[in-house]
Every structure is written in structure tokens, then in C-alpha cells.
């Protein structure tokens, strides 16, 4: 407690998808935590819109940094940093972001620091639970990502190990939702619903568990379509859908293959703690199996509550204090955002315009993009 008042109070801005979230931080301390959804706005498409997300950033960012400045009661020129989400995400979303940090930045002479979307949702969990363990693994899954990454350290060594090939965890629920015309997003309702049906109703397929396929790599697009052919044929018996057996049984299937391979993972790597981020990890179901199998494998889970999970300007303030902590080096002023960035660049410090990384992977655009990046959910019109 004594330490409090020296260590870094970073303001966090993220604008990759539909919220627009200005955090405040202190350390590990949440002191705002401001976000404005323009989630309403794309219910009626089924998904995201990029420009209109683009239009809402714009609208909210003054308001919402103004807010989260109230919120926190601290004055903007008695913070030690700006970061901003530099990407994964929607381009023109995320420039937004970028283009507010760097102005707020300059303006009040601060450090910028861009910062990896996918890092934040993991570093977020040190403002519930404190310290994050080095390594930790982590398993991200929302409506855009779905990935096993170990963090041996979250400020500058994130390994991508597995990945969805096709389809988001929370864009599964998304789209199984949609054939339910349970309506948009579909996580929160399909979890509803689960809780009065039978998970064992419906046998659905858990994608890529074979004995020959990739250990931590996910599919939902098969199990998708098996819900979706499993509802026609009911429809054209003429028989009633069982709503909740359906979003039971999917919502098992999902949940069994994530925590499965995530328990893998940390088995195979000797590591003993697990934490779960991204919007899906609100997912109560997800939370409980999580919970059973980390016990019976002697690894400490750490989940940190709903609002931090999903897209939230505090998690980037998390990442930029640790940053700061650690004597990371800040982004220039060319700061560009970066829709593919990928998750083993945890930053975009000054330096790695021209020289190598600081890790010696190379240059960042050698990198596995695909591998690592997926944003489905964002792009409507592949669906
Ligand atoms: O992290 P997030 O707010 O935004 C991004 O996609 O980045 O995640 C939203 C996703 C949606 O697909 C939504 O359906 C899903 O998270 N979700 C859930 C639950 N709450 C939200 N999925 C399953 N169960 C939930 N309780
Ligand atoms: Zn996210």
C-alpha cells in the first residue's frame, strides 16, 4: 500500500470492435472503467458493422475519456501514460483509438504506448487478482477471437498456441442463436436458456479432438452447422424445437472442447495457472467446467468478473501500466493501428520500426498472422 502513489497511473483507450472503453488505472488498480457500446446499433444486421462502429468511436471518445477522467478523479496531466489498443481488430475502428491517444498524448506530453488487444484481455485479470503468475496461459474467446496463448511474460513474450481455423466460440453462439431467432449476441440468451435443458439431450460433434488432429486448435463451424441441420429436420417433422435441450447441448459441446484442450495445454507446458478472458468466459457453464477440471488437475483458474472480460478500455490501461512498470519502451509518434497485428507483439514500441525485435523473432510482418487472428464476428458480409 505504501508503494501506491509511485506506481504508474495510465489511461487506456480501445476501440477494436463496438465498445468504446476508456480505462484509468493505478498499477493494478481500477480507478474507471468508461464504456459506451454501440452494440444496439448493429443488433438489427446480426453483427458488427465496421463503419458504424467507426461513426460511434467517434461520436463516444471525448465524452467517454471525459467520463472515465471524473470517474477516476484524477487530472489528465498527472498521468504517466496514454495506451491505446494498436491492434488486432477493425481498421478503421481502431484508428479511431489511435488517432485520439496520439492527440491526447501529445497535447498533454505524455508517453504513448500502443499495446496488443489480445495481451489486454489477458493482463485485465491483475486489477482483480492481482500479479498475473509468470507463465500463465490463457484462454481468449469472445465473438472475434478464440486462442490458447502462453504468456511467460505479458509485457513481452506471448506464445500463440492454438487458434479457432474457422469460426469464433462466441460467433458459434452468435449464429446458433440466430437459427434459434433468440436474437443478438447470442452468448447471454443461448446461457439462459442451457440452464433449463439437458446438456446431454443432443449429441453435437467436438471439433478437432480426433486423435490425428491439431491438439490446441478449435472448429465450431461443423458443430454450427450440425445445430443448425439438427433444427431444420425437426422444423420439417413439423415437431417443436426443444429450445433449451438445443442451446444445452451446443453450449456443452462448446464448453467440453475449450476447457479440454485449455487443461491440455497447461499440462503440457508445466503450467499451473489458467486464466479465461474475452466476452465467452461470461459464460456460466464455461466458468463451472472450467472450475471442476482445473481442480481436478491441480491448476489455479483465474476468471476475471464479466465487465472486465469483454472489450474494455481498463484492460489496455492494465497493459499500459505494466508497460511502464517494466521500463517498456514507448511508441513514436507514427503510431500506426494495425488490423492484423499479431499477439506475439505485445506492443509497438519506437524502436521496432527499423530494427529487429526485441526478442529477435524477426521483423513483426515475418510473423504467422493467420494463425493467431481471427476476426469472423467482425466481417458480416463472410457469413
Ligand atoms: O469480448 P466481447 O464483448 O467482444 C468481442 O467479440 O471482442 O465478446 C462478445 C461475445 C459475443 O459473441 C457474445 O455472444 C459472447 O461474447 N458472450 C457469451 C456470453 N456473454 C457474451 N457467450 C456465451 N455465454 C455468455 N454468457
Ligand atoms: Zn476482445
Known sequence: ?????????????????????VGIVRGH????????SSVDEHARFGGVVPEVAS????????????????????????????????????????????SAAKAYA???????????????????????????????????????????LLAPD????????????????????????????????GGPVIDRYAREGDPDAIRFPRGLTGSRDPIYDFSFSGLKTAVARWIEAKRAAGEDVPVADVAASFQEAVVDVLTRKAVRACKDHGVEHLMIGGGVAANSRLRAMAA????????????????LCTDNGAMVAALGAEM?????SASSWDLSADSSLPVTETHVPAEDHDHGHEHGHGHSHTHDHD?????????????
Open 1 to 21: 500500500m505504501a508503494r501506491k502513489a509511485d506506481e504508474p497511473l495510465v489511461l487506456g483507450i480501445e476501440t477494436s470492435c463496438d465498445e468504446t472503453g
Open 292 to 307: 471442476r477440471r482445473c481442480e481436478d488437475a491441480g491448476i489455479t483458474l483465474r476468471v476475471p468478473r464479466p465487465k
Open 371 to 383: 494463425h493467431v487472428h481471427e476476426l469472423s464476428k467482425k466481417n458480416l458480409y463472410e457469413s
Open 154 to 185: 505479458i509485457t513481452s513474450d506471448v506464445r500463440p498456441l492454438g487458434a479457432t481455423i474457422d469460426d469464433a466460440a462466441g460467433e458459434a453462439f452468435d449464429k446458433v442463436a440466430r437459427v434459434l431467432n433468440l436474437g443478438f449476441p
Open 55 to 98: 461513426r460511434a468511436h467517434l461520436e463516444a471518445m471525448v465524452p467517454t475519456i471525459e467520463r472515465a477522467l471524473k470517474e477516476a478523479g484524477v487530472a489528465a496531466k498527472d498521468l504517466d501514460g496514454i495506451a491505446v489498443t494498436a491492434g488486432p481488430g477493425l481498421a478503421g475502428a481502431l484508428l479511431v483509438g489511435v
Open 324 to 328: 511502464v512498470a517494466r521500463g517498456r
Open 29 to 36: 488498480t481500477l480507478l474507471a472503467d468508461a464504456v459506451a
Open 106 to 148: 501529445y497535447a498533454l506530453g505524455k508517453p504513448l504506448y500502443g499495446v496488443n488487444h489480445l495481451a489486454s484481455h489477458i493482463c485485465v485479470d491483475q486489477l482483480e487478482h492481482g500479479p498475473l503468475p509468470e507463465p500463465t496461459m490463457a484462454l481468449l474467446v469472445s465473438g472475434g477471437h478464440s486462442s490458447l
